[in-house]
């Protein structure tokens, strides 16, 4: 089973950036991973996913602010994230891009937004 460990969620204001990383411990390439997020109360929903060549995708809530990207060679996967909404807050998760959904799940990271 590759572990994921995602970093880098904080607390910042609206308007705000932060980037947030995913480190596997195996191998990710040739897998479609995904950058998920959960807010209380609500269900878990994709909200950009890239091929291992690069292709990506985003949900209509973060297009044009949120960036997906991958090191292949790091086995690690990135999402930028400006021009942070107070629609935002969640634990977010990497993972591969399946359905159904993985059963494994790292511990996420949590990110925050001031009004």
């Known amino acids: 089973q590759v572990q994921l460990v995602e970093s880098g969620g904080g607390l910042v204001q609206a308007g705000g950036s932060l980037r947030l990383s995913c480190a596997a411990s195996g191998n990710i390439f040739g897998v479609t991973m995904g950058w998920y997020r959960q807010a209380p109360g609500k269900q878990r929903e994709l909200v950009a996913s890239?091929?291992?060549?690069?292709?990506?995708k985003y949900a209509d809530s973060v297009k044009g602010r949120f960036t997906i990207s991958r090191d292949n060679a790091m086995n690690t996967v990135y999402l930028q994230m400006n021009s942070l909404k107070p629609v935002d807050p969640a634990f977010y998760y990497c993972?591969?891009?399946?359905?159904?959904?993985?059963?494994?799940w790292g511990q996420g990271t949590q990110v925050t937004v001031s009004s």
């Open positions: 993972n591969p891009d399946l359905i159904p959904l993985p059963t494994y």
């Open positions: 890239i091929t291992s060549g690069g292709s990506t």
